[in-house]
């Protein structure tokens, strides 16, 4: 079982744990971290990702459509036409992994949202 922080380089994990922290955004860094990748290692965390997790509940959270959900459980264009997609689940595969999200301060506001 690959996690994400095992696929990308430590670095580009402890920068996108400050920049939850610091609300401030790496997408470039995290891009660039996703390309680098090596397909196969990506292609298996994130379909251990989705089996652990029920992808269509995770399609919908992150905003991903049906079709392109389908296309990267079966490892078709990663880091291609699904680019955006990729970059979303690898994320919050990384929030989990390292625990970010208990570190992002939400909104007053936003209290009442559903997450």
Same mark, same amino acid.
């Given at each position: ?12 994990? /402890? ?26 290692? $990506? ?6 990702? $989705?089996? /652990?997790?029920?992808?269509?509940? &995770? ?5 991903? /459509? ?23 689940? &690898? ?19 936003? /209290?009442?949202?559903?997450?």
């Amino acid at each position: 079982m690959l996690k994400m922080m095992d696929v990308l380089e430590q670095n580009l994990v /402890q920068n996108f744990i400050t920049s939850l922290s610091a609300q401030t955004e790496h997408t470039d860094e995290l891009i660039d971290g996703i390309m680098n990748a090596s397909e196969g290692d $990506l292609k298996t965390a994130i379909h251990h990702f $989705l089996s /652990q997790n029920d992808a269509v509940e &995770v399609a919908h959270a992150l905003d991903i /459509q049906q079709d392109h959900i389908q296309a990267i459980q079966t490892g078709l264009s990663l880091k291609k036409e699904n680019l955006a997609d990729t970059a979303k689940i &690898v994320a919050l595969c990384l929030a989990l992994e390292t625990n970010s999200l208990d570190h992002v301060e939400i909104a007053e506001s936003l /209290q009442d949202y559903p997450m």
